[in-house]
């Protein structure tokens, strides 16, 4: 393999809807198409708390609902002229514990300060706050459009 081919760019970003994670997203994608990197939208679900097991029918389900969430933000933040490659991804799994993990071997991890989960009085949420101790690649932490 030849050392001189640099490896492909990328950024990672965590989606979820919430107005820091669509500002995070258009700001991804801006710095993607700056350096030529693909941005890596995922978006993280986790089943609901319950007794026991759900069928797998629910697991697919919740499952397809996710991507068509995911489908929808990047739609509404980015819109059809994409100025960057956008691989959507919906995960089943912690945010923290996804996005920590996706951060190697990227160039970049873009997180809002505070999604859905998020009190509003809070600087950073749960989320960003974890990925900004624990990632393996620098981590930029916005803000949403009203906070």
Known sequence: MDSDVPAARRIVVGVDGSPASRQALRWAVGQARLTGAVVDAVLCWVLPTMYGRAPMSVDRELGHTAEKVLAQA??????????????????????????????????????????????????????????????????????????
């Open 74 to 147: 990047v739609g509404a933040t980015v819109g059809d002229e994409r100025a960057a490659e956008i691989r959507e991804t919906a995960v089943l799994g912690n945010a923290a514990e996804v996005l920590e993990e996706r951060s190697h071997g990227a160039d970049l991890l873009v997180v809002g300060s505070r999604g859905h989960g998020g009190f509003a009085g809070a600087l950073l949420g749960s989320v960003s706050r974890h990925c900004v101790q624990h990632a393996a690649c620098p981590v930029v932490v916005m803000r949403g459009a009203d906070g």
